[in-house]
């Protein structure tokens, strides 16, 4: 497979690293710094889970073959021993016997189907558990950004009170934490794409899908502030 058509799970966590360090570098001590190291730590979560799901489960497979074929086997049985009892069918009896085989049938495909679905619906819990994961991260994210205002750092007149944020933080300085929090949700979407990379189910695909549309949301809201603090910085620009 062409490897720029598939997401690289070990260049996301690289990336993650990298991000890492360079908040660390810039805020040494944060929460944000902290947050970005557990992400990393959650995004190899994501690789080791991603190949897991894309991997057939041969025993688990050949268990739930050895329940079909046991169910084919029981049910064959008891066809066969109706039909050494059939020798004098009346239209009451036959329709009995054939309302019975529907039943049996029908309950056949139902038992086929449960089993036949119990892997997918196996790792699909694995996979939910994990995106709750990336989605309450978002959210951490989204705190820290939170509170940055950039009117605030503007230096506009305000009137603090004693529970007001603080911002110790210059206009370029909040420029890049709020650009930390954009990538770092960016990186969030990533690793929860890896979820479905290998693994085709709807259910799943669509948590991935509401992560996405979530981050994005964020991110948008990010960049808004981040404008805001440009034109601070660049009063004059485009006049």
Not at 52 to 75: D, E, K, Q
Not at 132 to 146: E, G, K, N, P
Not at 163 to 187: N, Q
Request: contains cysteine; glycine residues 8%.
């Amino acid at each position: 497979m062409h490897r720029y058509r598939v997401l690289d799970p070990g260049k996301i966590i690289a990336t993650a690293d990298t991000l890492g360090r360079r908040i660390d570098e810039r805020f040494p001590g944060g929460g944000l710094g902290q947050v970005c190291g557990e992400l990393a730590n959650v995004c190899r979560e994501s690789q080791r889970l991603s190949a897991w799901l894309g991997r057939p489960n041969w025993w688990f497979r050949a268990l739930v073959g050895t329940g079909i074929a046991v169910l084919l086997g029981t049910i064959a049985g008891m066809a066969h021993r109706v039909h050494l009892r059939t020798e004098v069918p009346g239209v009451a009896e036959f329709l009995q016997g054939l309302e019975a085989g529907i039943n049996n049938l029908v309950f056949l495909c139902v038992a086929i189907w449960f089993l036949g679905g119990l892997e997918t619906r196996w790792k699909r819990r694995r996979a939910q558990a994990s995106l709750h994961t990336l989605r309450s991260m978002a959210h951490i994210v989204d705190m820290h950004q939170l509170t940055k205002d950039p009117e605030r750092v503007a230096g506009h007149a305000r009137h603090d009170t004693q529970s007001s944020p603080r911002h110790p933080l210059t206009p370029f300085e909040l420029v890049r934490y709020l650009d930390y929090c954009a990538e770092m949700l960016a990186l969030i979407s990533k690793a929860a794409a890896l979820h479905v990379q290998d693994f085709d189910d709807a259910e799943t695909r669509s948590t991935v899908e509401d992560i996405e549309d979530l981050t994005l949301g964020l991110s948008q809201k990010i960049w808004q502030k981040i404008m805001i603090l440009d034109r601070v910085m660049h009063p004059m620009d485009g006049r």
